[in-house]
């Protein structure tokens, strides 16, 4: 089995900065892609960023410009750099990832971190 384990989420006032991070770890062969999604109540899960292997990005539009993802493959750890958060980034963020493990091709989902941004 794979696991993941997001920290770095709370509270933080509109302008300010958090940092979240997500490692992997268990039967992990190589992972294609890891990501943050979030969902905020009463609206559906969205994706925030999403890293490949090779470094490409991709970036929710309501984030680009603000947010940065980054990985480190060695660690089998993801990163979100959240910058000039608003009130509406408010959500429980979760991390994904997506890749060969030694039973086979797996998309796993960390628990969740919140996120609170108070106006």
């Known amino acids: 089995q794979v696991q993941l384990v997001e920290s770095g989420g709370g509270l933080v006032q509109a302008g300010g900065s958090l940092r979240l991070s997500c490692e992997a770890s268990?039967?992990?062969?190589?992972?294609?892609?890891m990501g943050w999604y979030r969902q905020a109540p009463g609206k559906q899960r969205e994706l925030v960023a999403a890293?490949?292997?090779?470094?490409?990005?991709n970036y929710g539009d309501s984030v680009k410009g603000r947010f940065t993802i980054s990985r480190s493959n060695a660690k089998n750890t993801v990163y979100l750099q959240m910058n000039s958060l608003k009130p509406e980034d408010t959500a429980v963020y979760y991390c994904?990832?997506?890749?060969?493990?030694?039973?086979?091709?797996?998309?796993?989902w960390g628990q969740g971190t919140l996120v609170t941004v108070s106006s």
């Open positions: 994904n990832a997506r890749g060969q493990t030694t039973q086979g091709y797996r998309e796993v």
């Open positions: 268990g039967s992990i062969v190589f992972i294609n892609s």
């Open positions: 890293i490949t292997s090779g470094g490409s990005t």
